[in-house]
């Protein structure tokens, strides 16, 4: 692996590159790149190389399949337009490689107008980590002149909701910051008629073919929390998210991020992503609409057939 592969796995490792639109995005650049610069003159040698890259850099983020997805998408274009040397086939992978970013910018366009509905005047809403998307949501929301509080978990052990308060903060949004802990008890009718949620908006780093989504550690719990108070939890994720199965192989990260001088013989799990089961969840804001979650692998089928490929 040359220097610039191995830095992108180790930003992605290492969380510098975060957000799963983000990562997606670095590792489809990394793959052109490297690509482009790769001196073979086999066509077969350098198609071999190319997929060892791109396996490499997926590796660093298991969870992640919109990643996957976009190098099956560069993979799919390669293999369609049947390239007859290096030359065509780097031409294939850089517009394939633009075209997927193109694709997820669209979406994004797409979804945020839609999010912006479902918050009404008056709304306390409840958010879990830092999704981009949610953010943008929340601040188009302020900017069409509604009111409304947000309430946004800490996110340990990373504290990616300080990534979320200060950009709320920044668009003027009425923010309050609650321990990751005590996000069960906020959407609780126990804490009280004036902290009782309206709405839950979480994103997702993936959505499974039952509709049920993988996000950041702690979803769970506020989706349980959810479904038993009765609060209404929507998922802002474009489709590009979809994964074929009904389960994805979940990230565990380093001990240290939890207890970096921990006693020696104490084990500590540190997963990186949980469920929220398809039960739990009122809508998936998409590029398709505010879907149900059982209609995600119908809507796939029609935006973009090659993911199930």
């Known amino acids: 692996m040359n220097t610039q592969i191995k830095k992108t796995y180790h930003n992605l490792k290492t969380i510098k590159i975060q957000g799963a639109t983000a990562v997606s995005r670095a590792i489809v650049s990394a793959v052109e790149a490297y690509g482009r ?31 996957q997805n976009g190098v099956k998408f560069i993979f799919y274009q390669l293999e369609k337009h049947h390239p007859k040397n290096i030359q065509q086939a780097k031409s294939i992978l850089r517009k394939s490689t633009n075209q997927f970013i193109f694709i997820s910018e669209n979406a994004a366009k797409k979804i945020i107008p839609l999010g912006k509905t479902i918050i009404k005047n008056g709304d306390d809403v409840l958010t879990h980590c830092h ?142 992503f949980d469920v929220v089961p398809a039960k739990w969840i009122k809508g998936i804001i998409c590029e398709a609409g505010i879907i149900k979650p059982n209609e995600a692998k119908k809507f796939i089928k029609k935006i973009y057939p090659h993911i199930l490929n």
């Open 131 to 272: 999704s981009w998307l949610v953010q943008q949501i929340l601040i188009n929301a302020k900017k069409s002149g509604k009111k409304f509080r947000v309430f946004n978990t800490e996110t340990r052990p990373l504290y990616q909701g300080h990534i979320t308060a200060k950009n709320l903060l920044k668009a003027k949004i009425n923010t309050t910051m609650v321990t990751d802990s005590s996000a069960g008890f906020l959407i609780s009718h126990y804490s009280g008629k004036e902290l009782m949620m309206e709405k839950i908006i979480i994103g997702a780093d993936a959505v499974l073919s039952d509709g049920s989504v993988i996000n950041k550690i702690g979803s769970y719990a506020i989706g349980a929390s959810a479904f038993l108070e009765k609060v209404p939890l929507y998922v802002a994720a474009p489709l590009l998210k979809f994964y074929p199965r009904p389960w994805i192989k979940i990230e565990q990260r380093s001990a240290k991020e939890v207890w970096p001088n921990a006693p020696k013989k104490l084990k500590i799990i540190n997963f990186a």
């Open 37 to 67: 610069h790769n001196s073979a003159r086999n066509l077969d040698i350098w198609l071999k190389q190319l997929k060892i890259v791109a396996n490499y850099l997926l590796s660093a983020r298991p969870t992640e399949p919109m990643a």
